[in-house]
């Protein structure tokens, strides 16, 4: 044994209440099931039910669409600007008392470990609904127009990587600028949600503003499709965002998409490797890989390849994998069988397209879902590890010679979510962001986030913006 081993730091989970059944959250109150119909919750760490969650069908979506609608038209509408941004207030206030709750409830449901939701996850949320609660009485100044109108009643379908941030960069928003909310989880991650409407009854937010219809692919179907929708708010993966543009085309939905990505993290021979190096762990193996702007394509100058691979390596063999209720966890669970099972697929066709695999030695946990952190060296473009989104702990390490090399084979994608470069030289950096097609670009960082700053991609990475001034756009009749 290591004398130097961590001794084990468990967050203790008695902070949570968690019932053995959850409805639905419609019009201020929980409501069983028209559909009748539940399905498990499990924790993936373990693999144990932690819940039964209600499978929503299209009538209880009609129930919930109807609340918003009335609650838009008679309450919601009515209240002043400043009123409405008091609610938002209160939620972030509350969030912020309640996030040892919300943190390790998303780190059970999820996977996540707790460092991350605790440290990250919760306080972005907070962020969120802060930043938000500021603009509801200053939209005429956003300069979107004198008196923008909101849209009215909006479906908002959300993944399993980040539940509760992406509840908080779709009900902020939406709320600040005056609709109102249906929104359904992820079906793997459907409990900080129901504990959300928790918090919106206790901040007594009047019935019907904010309704939680949990659920899968047929429930968000259901949302969708409701006539009584006036606009979609997605994140989640491409096929299903093409799914939901196909299915609104034609109507006069509006829809923001935000989908999947493979971002280009572009190491130059003259960047600070070390902090390059922190950076590619930071960007490949934050939240298991389960990051739609993940960097998950290396790019490094070939001339310093072997440097940066031996201090990756030696930084890869200290990432510490196990319960994500553990305060040094730094890699947790992935998030589920099919997750797992996608990740596992796509690296056996990195390995037998020829790519060369490594992990550092890494013992998995017995149940649960995991996968060590890998990284492919010798991909060729043409690979699927450097095409397809693989959403875990795996990065595919390619190499160029000159900048323009390096651009070409960053925008080599049908994505364009985010992309990272690491170099000292300011004009570098500037001058390759200038020629990159994606919509974050981080320098000498990666993966950072706050809700002033836009986020959304380029070409199949989606549609519209999130976040700051501009993603309030998608909120709004903005030229209408
Ligand atoms: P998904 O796109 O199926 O799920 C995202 C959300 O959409 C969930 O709430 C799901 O219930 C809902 N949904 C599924 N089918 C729908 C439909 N026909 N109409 C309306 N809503 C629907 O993603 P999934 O299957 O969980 O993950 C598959 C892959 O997608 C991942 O391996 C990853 O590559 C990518 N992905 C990307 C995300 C991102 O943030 N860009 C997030 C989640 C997944
Ligand atoms: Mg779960």
Redesign the pocket.
């Known amino acids: 044994m290591n004398p130097f081993e961590y001794a084990p730091a468990l967050e203790s989970t008695s902070i949570v209440t968690i019932a053995d059944r959850y409805k639905l959250f419609i019009n201020g109150k929980f409501v069983a099931p028209r559909s009748g119909k539940y399905f498990p919750t499990i924790n993936p760490a373990t693999g144990k039910k932690l819940s039964e969650i209600a499978e929503a069908n299209s009538a209880d979506v009609d129930l919930a669409v109807k609340a918003a609608r009335e609650a838009y038209v008679k309450v919601w509408s009515k209240l002043s600007a400043a009123e409405r941004g008091k609610y938002l207030f209160r939620i972030a206030r509350i969030l912020q008392e309640r996030a040892r709750e919300f943190a390790v409830l998303e780190t059970l449901d999820n996977g996540k470990p707790i460092r991350e939701s605790r440290d990250t996850d919760i306080p972005l949320v907070a962020a969120h609904f802060f930043y938000h609660a500021g603009w509801a009485d200053k939209l005429k100044y956003a300069g979107l127009g004198d008196a923008p109108k909101p849209h009215g009643v909006v479906g908002q379908?959300?993944?399993?990587?980040?539940p509760m941030l992406?509840l908080a960069w779709k009900v902020a928003p939406a709320l600040a600028t005056g609709n109102t909310v249906v929104l359904?989880?992820?079906?793997?991650t459907s409990l900080t949600a129901l504990l959300f409407a928790e918090v919106c009854q206790q901040a007594g937010l009047p019935n019907g503003v904010v309704n939680i219809v949990t659920?899968?692919?047929?429930?968000?179907?259901a949302?969708?499709n409701h006539p009584g929708i006036d606009k979609i708010a997605?994140?989640?993966?491409?096929?299903?965002?093409k799914?939901?543009a196909t299915?609104i085309a034609g109507t006069k939905k509006n829809a923001t998409l935000?989908?999947?990505?493979k971002a280009a993290n572009i190491i130059y021979d003259d960047a600070a490797i070390d902090e390059a190096v922190e950076g590619i762990v930071n960007g490949i193996f934050f939240n298991q890989g389960?990051?739609?702007c993940a960097g998950s394509r290396l790019l490094v100058q070939e001339n310093v390849q072997d440097e940066v691979l031996a201090k990756l390596k030696v930084r890869m063999s200290h990432i510490r994998l196990g319960n994500p209720l553990d305060k040094n966890t730094d890699i947790g669970a992935i998030n589920?069988a099919?997750?797992l099972a996608?990740i596992k697929e796509l690296s056996a066709a990195g390995e037998a397209e020829g790519a060369e695999r490594w992990s550092p030695p890494c013992d998995l946990p017995p149940a649960g879902f995991w996968f060590a952190p890998t990284i492919f060296t010798g991909v060729s473009q043409t690979h699927r590890i450097a095409r397809e989104?693989?959403?875990g702990p795996v990065l595919s390490v390619l190499t160029f010679r000159t900048p323009q090399e390096a651009i070409e084979k960053a925008n080599n994608t049908p994505y364009g979510?985010s992309a990272g470069i690491w170099s000292e030289k300011g004009s570098k950096i500037l001058w390759t962001a200038s020629k990159l097609r994606a919509g974050v670009i981080w320098a000498n960082t990666f993966n950072k986030f706050d809700p002033a700053s836009p986020f959304g991609g380029y070409k199949e990475s989606g549609w519209g913006r999130e976040g700051g001034r501009y993603g309030l756009t998608a909120y709004l009749k903005v030229g209408k």
């Open positions: 379908i959300i993944p399993w990587n980040f992406m359904k989880p992820a079906e793997t659920g899968a692919g047929a429930t968000g179907a949302l969708v997605f994140t989640g993966s491409t096929d299903v965002g799914l939901i299915s935000e989908l999947g990505g389960h990051v739609c589920s099919a997750q996608k989104e693989i959403f979510l």
